[in-house]
């Protein structure tokens, strides 16, 4: 069963930057569409960045652009979201999730999406 782990999470000021990471277990990393998600407090879960399987191509939520870059190290199983001029509207719980099906690109719903971690607390405050 493949698992996701995230890390890099934490407090930081307006405007500071953070990376995340998300580490997956087993073989089939490399295979998969990857995405970042988030959640606040009583609101939906919402798309942050996907990636294509092999790093290609790649799209972020108009939120973020600019701001957000989503990448991926195949040969580490690792994905990445570096978050530059964070804002306190980016407090949230971020996931990472792998696509249902391999090869395909990344979708922007939940429903698209099997595998999730546990999730990391991004807090932005002064």
């Known amino acids: 069963q493949v698992q996701l782990v995230e890390s890099g999470g934490g407090l930081v000021q307006p405007g500071g930057s953070l990376r995340l990471s998300c580490t997956a277990s087993?073989?089939?990393?490399?295979?998969?569409?990857m995405a970042w998600f988030r959640q606040a407090p009583g609101k939906e879960r919402e798309f942050v960045a996907g990636?294509?399987?092999?790093?290609?191509?790649?799209s972020c939520a108009d939120s973020v652009k600019g701001r957000f870059t989503i990448s991926r190290d195949n040969a580490k199983n690792t994905l990445y979201l570096q978050m530059n001029s964070l804002k306190p509207e980016d407090t949230s719980v971020y996931y990472c999730?792998?696509?249902?099906?391999?090869?395909?690109?990344?979708?922007?719903?939940?429903?698209?999406?099997?595998?999730w971690g546990q999730g990391t607390q991004v807090t932005v405050s002064s």
């Open positions: 087993g073989r089939t990393f490399g295979n998969y569409a």
């Open positions: 990636i294509s399987w092999n790093g290609g191509s790649t």
């Open positions: 999730a792998r696509a249902r099906s391999m090869a395909t690109a990344w979708g922007t719903t939940p429903s698209w999406y099997d595998i």
